[in-house]
Nanobody
Framework: QVQLVESGGGLVQAGGSLRLSCAAS????????MGWFRQAPGKEREAVAA????????YYANSVKGRFTISRDNVKNTVYLQMNSLKPDDTASYYC?????????????????WGQGTQVTVSS
């Protein structure tokens, strides 16, 4: 069992930056692949970025490639999402998720645990 708690969301102007954190408690975070998803009102939850257990492989959605960076610190049991050059279209609730196997997963199904989400609002 693992518990995930996101933080770092907020209101930012277009072009600004935020860094989201996802703190994992319970079993060692290095045993889990991690992902960041987002969901805007009326839209499906979509994968934004994902990272494997070691941090050596990553995935980014085309819409965030070059602007967002996912990373993990397995000593601190924390995964980060650095978001730069934010756009109003990035406005959503952001969720981190953990999968009990090692890989890079871009669909929701492999993920076993989810955080409660943190809101990101980008004003124009």
């Amino acid at each position: 069992q693992v518990q995930l708690v996101e933080s770092g969301g907020g209101l930012v102007q277009a072009g600004g930056s935020l860094r989201l954190s996802c703190a994992a408690s319970g079993r060692t975070a290095s045993s889990y692949s991690m992902g960041w998803f987002r969901q805007a009102p009326g839209k499906e939850r979509e994968a934004v970025a994902a990272i494997n257990c070691s941090g050596g492989s990553t995935y980014y959605a085309n819409s965030v490639k070059g602007r967002f960076t996912i990373s993990r610190d397995n000593v601190k049991n924390t995964v980060y999402l650095q978001m730069n050059s934010l756009k109003p279209d990035d406005t959503a609730s952001y969720y981190c998720a953990a999968a009990r196997r090692c890989g890079v997963y871009v669909s929701k199904e492999p993920y076993n645990y989810w955080g409660q989400g943190t809101q990101v609002t980008v004003s124009s």
